[in-house]
């Protein structure tokens, strides 16, 4: 186990090098220039060259680009070009926010996914079933910015049960916290929950017709035992990918959610910096980004092992 995890670590570095360079050839060719949104509009092109020389944007592209790199290997991800502020710092503050965002909807996710699936598994062919079906088809079908509308209209501003907008640190206020999270959790996790829903009941129809299952039944053991025990195992092995690929999604999905619901995250970050073109605060965000995605297929990797004792990783 622990060479599978050196092994998958070493193949992650070309992978994050391949998406810092392919993020910032793509800025590269993205008409805009940041040293015109900071010296204004009515600056002259003298003080607009000014701002360029100083920010260093004057320098060939090669050049820059091998300039971060060096700064990386040092733990240096550089200073944002808008905030005016080191980007590990900036990143370091909206990353818990948007980890904490992702994780509730994915919460959310399994904690309504997985059930319903199971559920319709079981009674399959019934008005159950076609009620989770339907209802997972609905999840997959509907925009999560129109649904985050939807909410606010509903429960922000009509019934005034939910904030609106806006995130408060769990540190200040726990119960706000859960509260500011509702909604745009729920507009992010509706369209994995479908997803989830569809895979789970397809997975545990298939694991209800295996022998081991109509063993157990014959056996007279309990209902519960032999759904909860023989069945849900071997359905979580691949409910297990699908959840991986959700909360890479989820991660993905926030930067429209961050921005209807104006919650202070990294997804908002990105789309900020992108607008504004501060290329090193893009780069540093992608590449934090990346990371944690491809952690987080190692930790489901990992994970196989633990729930299925036939995986084994590192041998020839």
């Known amino acids: 186990m622990t060479e599978f995890i050196i092994r998958r670590l070493l193949i992650a570095l070309p992978v994050l090098f391949l998406v810092s360079l392919i993020s910032a050839s793509i800025m590269e060719m993205v008409p805009g220039d940041p040293a015109m949104m900071i010296a204004g509009q009515n600056a002259t092109d003298l003080e607009i060259a ?6 260093g944007l004057n320098r060939p592209f090669i050049e820059r680009l091998g300039g971060w790199y060096i700064d990386l290997a040092h733990g240096d991800l550089g200073n944002s070009i808008l905030l005016n502020r080191p980007v590990s710092q900036a990143i370091a503050e909206r990353v818990p926010v948007t980890l904490a965002l992702a994780g509730f909807a994915l919460f959310l996710t399994v904690a309504i996914g997985l059930p319903c699936g199971m559920i319709a598994a079981v009674r399959a062919n019934t008005w159950v079933d076609q009620a989770v079906l339907t209802f997972a088809l609905i999840g997959v079908s509907v925009p999560n910015f129109w649904l985050s509308l939807m909410l606010i209209v509903l429960f922000g501003v009509m019934l005034d049960w939910l904030p609106a907008g806006g995130y408060i640190a769990y540190a200040d206020d726990p119960v706000g916290w859960v509260r500011s999270l509702i909604l745009p959790g729920f507009s992010l996790a509706l369209l994995q929950v479908g997803l989830l829903a569809r895979i789970a009941r397809a997975t545990m129809l298939e694991v209800l017709q295996q022998d081991y299952v109509r063993t157990a039944r014959a056996k007279g053991m309990p209902v519960w035992s032999v759904y909860g025990k023989h069945a849900l195992k071997n359905v979580m092995v691949p409910v297990i990918t699908v959840i991986g690929i959700s909360f890479g999604l ?15 995250g990294m997804g908002r970050l990105l789309a900020n910096a992108v607008f504004g073109r501060d290329y090193p605060l893009i780069q540093g965000g992608l590449l934090v980004t990346a990371t944690v995605l491809v952690l987080l297929n190692l930790v489901v ?16």
């Open 50 to 55: 000014a701002v360029r020389e100083q920010l």
């Open 301 to 316: 990797d990992v994970l196989y092992a633990v729930i299925d004792p036939r995986v084994k990783y590192g041998q020839r």
């Open 250 to 264: 989820l991660l993905s999905g926030s930067v429209v959610i961050e921005t209807v619901y104006s919650i202070p």
